[in-house]
């Protein structure tokens, strides 16, 4: 089985800063690319930011100057910097992970439960 699960959401004020993480655990042979989503209320699911297997990342317009995408491949995670936010920002983060199982020819895509990240003051 594989499991993926994100932490670090929380309450911040406007102009703040947090770090999500987003772990990936289980049965993996390898992981493609991660991904942070988010969801505010109301709306639906968007990307925020993607990045593949190699590092390179890809960013939406309002992501862009404001949040970074890393992952640590080691350690099957990934994490997402969160500066300068605000109200609007706030919303339920999710992280999904193309992942390949151990014994399986191809990758699925998993998604995190989800953390609630509010930005009010």
């Known amino acids: 089985q594989v499991q993926v699960v994100e932490s670090g959401g929380g309450l911040v004020q406007p102009g703040g800063s947090l770090r999500l993480s987003c772990a990936a655990s289980?049965?993996?042979?390898?992981?493609?690319?991660m991904g942070w989503y988010r969801q505010a209320p109301g709306k639906q699911r968007e990307l925020v930011a993607g990045?593949?297997?190699?590092?390179?990342?890809n960013y939406v317009d309002f992501a862009k100057g404001r949040f970074t995408i890393s992952r640590d491949n080691s350690k099957n995670t990934a994490t997402l910097q969160m500066n300068s936010l605000k109200p609007e920002d706030t919303a339920v983060y999710y992280c999904?992970?193309?992942?390949?199982?151990?014994?399986?020819?191809?990758?699925?895509?998993?998604w995190g439960p989800g953390t609630q990240v509010t930005v009010s003051s």
């Open positions: 990045i593949s297997s190699n590092g390179i990342t």
């Open positions: 999904s992970a193309r992942i390949v199982p151990i014994g399986s020819l191809w990758s699925n895509e998993y």
């Open positions: 289980g049965s993996i042979f390898s992981i493609h690319a």
